[in-house]
């Protein structure tokens, strides 16, 4: 607090940046050759950020850097709006910069390393948590995320070291509980997992003790024990709405939707779109999750040429043309199929535009990969009648039981994930809007079953291929070594990596009882 303030007033901290109402993150010392940043622009595009307001806060945060290049404090908050954005690259490269620039931050630091994990860059959080961790040794959360980017790198050994040296300091640590009974897991050691999963349960609360018990149905589930695995789901569940997050969550949206646009179909052109080759060099990758979109999002990128969005809301920024001028989002369907041709360029050079500052140009093929995107298929082939719908289906019993048992991040969506019921409706009201849908996609459809793919991958991929109008290429029968270093951003990662081995299991026999409560 009596140390120089980093904003480069000259001031004691205390009497500078340490009176903001808006605690702003605190920037590096500027540079001598030109004149300090305001606090008051910083706090203000931070204040932007925190109310929502972001594409403001992007803009502001972008315009202070053209004047302060490199200012630690700017390129953190660019960095945050971009990856709230999903412009994935310019996320990283903004993010990292921060860290480059202004290394002795130890709240920018942590708060980076943990993006970048989520963003699918498990090497680069790695590098950037050793140092971390050698600046700031009493730092447990630091050590956890250095924990996490080793589990996606498979180094599940030195992640559980992490974990367990974390738990010395801090036996109640819940996240460090958690990634030491999921690494214990991945190893094999599953007697260790449950009771290390076990232990956590009973020092914990919320939603780090809702973690444990999910982790704790995975270990039970694996060790046989499928009746005090779907508990532990069904408690894990149960804690996880009960907190103030899930209850802040709204999940009546995306079903909402659903609903609204599947009144619309009655007026939809059905049929194929002529001649029109709009969007020919895109393939839409939809489905529900836990349906094999992520396995096909390695197989299909294995070749050269070929990229995907790994689950980014790419086409949010053409259906965002349309909701600027007015249009709300129930109105989407109906408001693109009166849409003159120039409103429907514009919104393609939106998304154009999008694709080109999130993963560069010159793409062969561009897989746009986002499961509930089937919510927009219609929009989709309205929008670009020349791009193909790829479609995959599972079979639902163990689409729903995977789904359930996934611990995946809270949104409108995954709530409905936390209760057996609402999973087995969300997935019956999907695939229905799906099989209305589909007939009037005309040859834009292509729909593929996870289960003969992994029965058949030669003779699947070779039918798809052609139906999607892709050339062959051998690098597909070889996806794993063609993508050794592509790390997916989706709880699917790990399966994918393996191959498909794990895919060849019925889990669903498993659970008759549960099975016929939703049947």
Known sequence: RNAPCPCGSGKKYKRCCGQVTVTAPAPAPAAASRPPLSRRQLAQAYQLEETG???????????????????????????????????????????????????RHEEMVKDVIGRLNTLGEPETALRLAK????????????????????????????????????????????????????????????????????????????LDQAGLYNELGRCEQLAGRYDAAFDAIRTSGRLLLDTPQARAVDSKTYLSRLASYH????????????????????????GFPR??????????????????SGEAPMIDAALAVFMSAGVGVDGLLRAIYSADASQLQSARAAYMRKLDSSYGSGHRVFIDKQPLNTLYAPHIRLLFPGARILFCVRDPRDVCLSCFFQWFALNGTNKLFLDWRTTADFYARTMDYWLHVKPLLGNAACQLRYEDLVADLPGELRRLTAALGLPWDEAMLAFREHNRDQYFTTPSNRDVRSGLRAARQQRWKNYPREIAEVA
Not at 150 to 159: F, N, S
Not at 169 to 181: E, T, W, Y
Not at 273 to 282: F, M, N, R, V
Not at 291 to 300: P, V
């Open 53 to 103: 307001q972001l594409h403001e806060a992007g803009q502001l945060y972008a315009q202070l850097l053209r004047r302060h290049p490199d200012h630690p404090a700017l390129l953190w908050g660019h960095g945050r709006c971009l990856m709230r954005f999903q412009l994935r690259r310019p996320a990283v490269e903004a993010l990292v910069r921060a860290v480059e620039v202004y290394p």
């Open 131 to 206: 140092s971390a961790e050698a600046n700031f040794p009493a730092n447990s959360g630091i050590l956890v995320l250095k924990g996490e980017a080793l589990q996606t790198l498979g180094r599940d050994r030195e992640a559980a070291f992490c974990y367990r040296s974390v738990l010395l300091r801090d036996p109640h640590m819940g996240s460090a509980a958690l990634g030491l009974a999921t690494s214990l897991r991945n190893q094999g050691d599953i007697e260790a997992a449950t009771a290390t999963a076990l232990e956590g349960i009973a020092v914990t609360s919320g």
């Open 263 to 286: 009144a619309d179909l009655a007026d939809y052109p059905a049929g194929d779109q002529g001649t029109d080759e709009t969007g020919s060099g895109l393939v839409f990758l939809l």
């Open 291 to 308: 349906s094999g979109t992520t396995l096909l999002e390695s197989i299909l990128t294995a070749p050269e040429g070929i990229a995907s």
